[in-house]
């Protein structure tokens, strides 16, 4: 395949450790989560790219706070994709589970999870291979971080579960765009669930090598967060005996229960 024919996906920093995706052509581009219009406005000028469109996968500030004013900059035709229920400015359409959004430039096309846990009404967009995509994109928001997954602000360990089993069942080479740059803090805590997974001690010193440099340890893949994440990992044995050791409950019968223990001790850890 012509590599100029594929769609890149550019890491465009905000705050302190947001990335606001940008899926783009050369010419037109979507922006994903776009928390600060600022960095965005001087990228797309920068590349003299086009708007055509924003995905919001949730409600919070972080994600939403510069819709308004990328409205006002590129068109207020611009169309806004986000979740049901929420108070997400500016948003125009409402994307729900299975709804399929065809966007013809830059020329892609998303399946929508509905992936409550970190809010409510979370979403996320799945782009499976297409003609100008070489592997699967799945767009998670705080739902799934890198050997991590987002805090329970609204949901419960049961949703969060079932929603990162929608990931876990996707194609494994999907390419995973979280939201924030949060990879090695929850590597320290991921090692402390499973200090002899020899995959995850690997990975922690690829991710220090990328941070020391100063690059995104993004994206990441479904295959990868499957063997190092302990929060997709609530079926393994040693979390499930970590789990019990930490909660001193013998008794954790489903992934959720492991689930909901693991995230309590990441809350303070």
Same mark, same amino acid.
């Given at each position: 395949?012509?590599?100029?024919?594929?769609?890149?996906?550019? +890491?465009?920093?905000?705050?302190?450790?947001?990335?606001?995706?940008?899926?783009?052509?050369?010419?037109?581009?979507?922006?994903?989560?776009?928390?600060?219009?600022?960095?965005?406005?001087?990228?797309?000028?920068?590349?003299?790219?086009?708007?055509?469109?924003?995905?919001i996968t949730h409600h919070h500030a972080d994600h939403t706070g510069g819709i308004l004013?990328?409205?006002?900059?590129?068109?207020?035709?611009? +169309?806004?994709?986000?979740?049901?229920?929420?108070?997400?400015?500016?948003?125009?359409?409402?994307?729900?589970?299975?709804?399929?959004?065809?966007?013809?430039? +830059?020329?892609?096309?998303?399946?929508?999870?509905?992936?409550?846990?970190?809010?409510?009404?979370?979403?996320?967009?799945?782009?499976?291979?297409?003609?100008?995509?070489?592997?699967?994109?799945?767009?998670?928001?705080?739902?799934?971080?890198?050997?991590?997954?987002?805090?329970?602000?609204?949901?419960?360990?049961?949703?969060?579960?079932?929603?990162?089993?929608?990931?876990?069942?996707?194609?494994?080479?999907?390419?995973?765009?979280?939201?924030?740059?949060?990879?090695?803090?929850?590597?320290?805590?991921?090692?402390?669930?499973?200090?002899?997974?020899?995959?995850?001690?690997?990975?922690?010193?690829?991710?220090?090598?990328?941070?020391?440099?100063?690059?995104?340890?993004?994206p990441t893949t479904i295959g990868q967060e499957l063997q190092v994440n302990p929060f997709?990992?609530?079926?393994?044995?040693?979390?499930?005996?970590?789990?019990?050791?930490?909660?001193?409950?013998?008794?954790?019968?489903?992934?959720?229960?492991?689930?909901?223990?693991?995230?309590?001790?990441?809350?303070?850890?």
């Amino acid at each position: 395949m012509d590599k100029n024919t594929l769609l890149q996906v550019w +890491p465009i920093p905000a705050f302190d450790d947001n990335y606001i995706w940008c899926i783009h052509d050369g010419k037109s581009a979507l922006v994903v989560d776009p928390g600060d219009s600022a960095p965005v406005e001087d990228y797309l000028l920068q590349n003299d790219l086009a708007l055509k469109g924003i995905l919001i996968t949730h409600h919070h500030a972080d994600h939403t706070g510069g819709i308004l004013n990328l409205l006002r900059s590129f068109g207020s035709a611009t +169309p806004v994709y986000g979740p049901a229920g929420s108070n997400i400015p500016g948003r125009t359409v409402i994307a729900k589970e299975g709804d399929t959004i065809e966007i013809a430039t +830059p020329g892609i096309s998303f399946k929508v999870f509905e992936v409550p846990g970190h809010t409510l009404s979370h979403i996320a967009y799945f782009a499976n291979m297409q003609p100008n995509i070489a592997q699967p994109i799945l767009l998670c928001g705080d739902t799934l971080f890198a050997s991590g997954c987002g805090r329970l602000f609204e949901g419960t360990p049961t949703q969060m579960t079932s929603s990162l089993a929608k990931f876990a069942s996707l194609p494994k080479n999907t390419l995973v765009y979280c939201t924030h740059e949060y990879t090695l803090s929850n590597i320290r805590f991921a090692l402390a669930v499973e200090p002899h997974n020899s995959e995850l001690v690997a990975w922690s010193e690829k991710a220090q090598a990328l941070r020391a440099q100063n690059q995104p340890t993004l994206p990441t893949t479904i295959g990868q967060e499957l063997q190092v994440n302990p929060f997709m990992r609530c079926d393994q044995a040693d979390v499930i005996s970590k789990a019990q050791e930490v909660s001193g409950q013998k008794d954790l019968p489903t992934p959720a229960h492991v689930l909901g223990v693991v995230r309590a001790w990441k809350d303070h850890f």
